[in-house]
């Protein structure tokens, strides 16, 4: 009778597994088909979407031309190093601002109306980041800061507050979690709050949270199109995005397989990012995200 019952659990764990792999197969490839799309339309020698039938799904007669198109003809690598001065100076105001903010402040510090200044940041977090872009260029327009390389200094200035509020926030509830005995063990040896015990302890042990805001800034400013449109008028200056709308729009037509292409291309310093920082983004997600 026992071995009867042990036969049918190992076939309905069987079952179940089977049917685990199914479902796990199936989002998989829900989840790569868009990538594998983009990337057979950017070798498709005619600048159209490629249909979605089984026969079109594998080229027969892939072409290189939209990426030789873009390094070569086209200041890819001017876009490039200018969108990524920007991610930079965004990623270190950003962290800075939101570790010393929702680190310092928020999380370890008695700061005076703390409770109003946390309900300020988190409603601050529910306005769309486009909704500002206006009211940020006509202010860094009266600063006379839309000239030459000041453009970059008012974009990154603009990326680093609406990054930083959300950041600070983010901050602060990872902070809460990690109890404060570590510092005190630390001011007992002799390391003071500000340059030891807070730097030395607390800043090694929020590597996570500074990895992920890290990538939030990134994301923010490698990406974005609205205010990098509005701000930069020389074409020496501009961003990735801005290359790409000026590439694959023209004559009011769209060239598809460049504008894959140049995804493509765009994508490879997004998905280094999230390599570099995989270990640290498994340990947010492990610690159920960032909630409070």
């Known amino acids: ?61 892939p072409s290189l031309e939209a990426y030789y198109y873009i390094l070569f003809k086209e200041p890819f690598l001017l876009w490039l190093r200018n969108s990524l001065i920007l991610a930079a100076g965004t990623i270190a105001i950003t962290v800075i601002v939101a570790f010393i903010t929702g680190g310092a402040a928020l999380s370890r510090f008695n700061v005076p109306g703390k409770t109003t200044l946390m309900v300020t940041i988190y409603v601050m977090t529910f306005f769309p980041f486009a909704a500002t872009a206006l009211p940020l260029y006509l ?32 901050v602060k509830v990872f902070l809460d979690r990690i109890p404060k005995d570590y510092e005190e063990a630390a001011l007992i040896d002799g390391l003071t709050r500000p340059g030891g015990a807070f730097f030395r302890i607390l800043l090694p042990m929020a590597k996570p949270i500074i990895a992920f805001v890290a990538l939030l800034a990134f994301m923010g400013a490698y990406t974005d199109y609205a205010l990098a449109n509005a701000f930069i008028t020389q074409g020496s200056m501009w961003t990735l ?26 994508g490879i310093p997004i998905f280094a990012i999230f390599i570099a920082f995989q270990k640290y983004l498994v340990q947010i997600y492990a610690m159920g995200g960032v909630k409070a």
């Open 1 to 61: 009778m026992s071995s009867k019952y042990s036969l049918k659990n190992r076939v309905a764990n069987w079952v179940r597994l089977g049917i685990s792999y199914i479902i796990l197969a199936i989002v998989a490839a829900i989840a790569v088909f868009p990538i594998y799309y983009i990337i057979i339309t950017s070798v498709n020698p005619i600048p159209t979407l490629a249909s979605i039938t089984l026969r079109s799904l594998l080229p027969e007669k």
């Open 241 to 266: 995005t801005l290359g790409m709308y000026y590439l694959a729009f023209v004559n009011r037509a769209t060239l598809y397989n460049v504008l894959a292409a140049f995804s493509v291309l765009m």
């Open 139 to 170: 202010m860094f327009a009266s600063l006379g800061m839309l000239r030459g390389w000041s453009t970059y200094v008012g974009l990154i200035l603009a990326y680093s507050g609406g990054t930083s509020i959300f950041s600070s926030y983010l």
